[in-house]
């Protein structure tokens, strides 16, 4: 398991935080946000089969729909994703940046 290392930040208290590199079925890449002790704590990217096909094995649709600003901003900071610019409507008129993940981050 490919996975970054433990990033500590404050959102309703103080929470450490690794990222974990993960494949959809479709082969599209998938980001998930682990606490420290092991528990699941956030799903970063969302999975729309077929948008990303041509784009390379490195992009996610990042779901700032569910995600708190401050792991968006963690992200960024960090450099562990960058936006590229370009954005899915998803369902609900919900908008969703396609971003590009630094994989050299996730050993």
Known sequence: MRQTKLYEYNFHGVHKLRFVLEQ??????????????GEPY???SVNFPGVLDDAGDQFICLDTNNL???TVRLLKKENIIEETGRQVLGDFGNTYPICKVNLELFK
């Open 68 to 70: 708190p600003e401050e």
């Open 42 to 44: 956030a799903t970063v």
């Open 24 to 37: 959809y079925v479709t082969g599209n890449i998938a980001v998930e946000a682990v606490s420290n002790t």
